[in-house]
């Protein structure tokens, strides 16, 4: 049974940092992509950060460019994400997924087989 257990969230004062973190068990983990996502309320839940399986050719949603790092350990099955100058538009739920899928279409939810419970972030102003 694939678990992925999603730690690190918390309440963070803008331009704070936090630090994500996704457990994964069950899969081959050093062959899948893993991606974060986050969901605010009353919005659809959106694309954040992907990393292949190779740890390379990382992708970000424009608005976390700069600020975010995903980052990935297939040792021990576990993708991070480095959250630098916390904004209050960051507060939402965030959410890893896993997929056997490419870099092409890492950025729709709709192609990850496996999801997180989600974490929660709120960043206060």
């Known amino acids: 049974q694939v678990q992925l257990v999603e730690s690190g969230g918390g309440l963070v004062q803008a331009g704070g940092s936090l630090r994500l973190a996704c457990a994964a068990s069950?899969?081959?983990?050093?062959?899948?992509?893993m991606g974060w996502f986050r969901q605010a309320p009353g919005k659809e839940r959106e694309f954040v950060a992907t990393?292949?399986?190779?740890?390379?050719?990382?992708q970000y949603t424009d608005s976390v460019k700069g600020r975010f790092t995903i980052s990935r350990d297939n040792a021990k099955n576990t993708v991070w994400l480095q959250m630098n100058s916390l904004k209050p538009e960051d507060t939402a739920v965030y959410y890893c997924?896993?997929?056997?899928?490419?870099?092409?279409?890492?950025?729709?939810?709709?192609?990850?087989?496996?999801w997180g419970q989600g974490t929660e972030v709120t960043v206060s102003s």
């Open positions: 990393v292949p399986w190779s740890g390379n050719n990382e």
């Open positions: 069950g899969l081959t983990f050093s062959s899948v992509t």
């Open positions: 997924a896993a997929g056997r899928l490419g870099p092409w279409i890492a950025r729709s939810r709709n192609n990850y087989n496996y």
